[in-house]
């Protein structure tokens, strides 16, 4: 999974910018996270430190941001070079990835659809829980387990699935970023039932599912028949575990 995103690098941060589906991943990643003022935060598959600069500036007081791709996290350092905020990058794989603290709070924007089965699911959650305190909280956007690419077509979004192949446990997925000079990516879409058991196996005792919403500005800026196809067959969905 690093090789795809080592040749996006750069490239993936337009797609923040110039689509509509991050405009709804924010909105609900923040909802669910809270206040996060003071926090310690190891956040995941951090990319090129695009929410990693977002939860410095929303009040996390130190963000130790972690991808498996170098060329990614070289930009992400670039970044912080240009515009300092304190935070740290370092280029770990999350399925092997040690101890680096205790944290109260661990983050991740499309990690766990990287995992190809339920023994890699359960590897990169047990990583992560041994990186959290005792009430520490995980908090990630990642593939919705019940989408169907069937039901309807997402490009008006920014991102187009083009193949969901069936799996015994989920499905394979390929698609593509749609922004100024498109990329392909390939993933994952696991069942609920497979992320929920991996969890537990992990040793997590709370897991949530947090349904979407779309925030009422962005209805009125875009109109209600925009999102409809989005919100009765969204694409993500925000997972919570906790100790």
Partial sequence: MSTQYDN????????????TLPI???????????NIQGEEILDL???????????KEEGAKKVIG???SEEMVNVARSEENNNPLG????????VKMPHIGNFNLATAVYLLNYAQNKQTLTQMLTNIRLNLADKGRFITVTTNPNFSIKKSDCSKYGFQVFKQEVLSEGYYCEAEFLTDSPFKIDYFQLHQSIYESAAEAAGFKNVSWHDM???????????????QDFLEN??????SCSN
Avoid at 213 to 227: L, R, S, T
Wanted: one cysteine or more; glycine letters at 8%.
């Fill in 66 to 68: 972690i991808d498996i």
């Fill in 24 to 34: 709804v991943e924010k909105f609900n990643f923040f909802k669910v996270l809270g």
């Fill in 45 to 55: 598959a951090c990319g090129s430190g695009f929410y990693s600069r977002l939860l």
């Fill in 213 to 227: 919403e779309v925030p009422p500005q962005v209805i009125k800026e875009y109109g209600e028949d925009f999102w």
């Fill in 234 to 239: 969204p694409l993500i969905i925000v997972l």
């Fill in 8 to 19: 996006i690098g750069a490239n993936y941060e337009n797609f923040k910018f110039q689509a």
């Fill in 87 to 94: 935070n740290e990058y370092q280029v770990f794989d999350v």
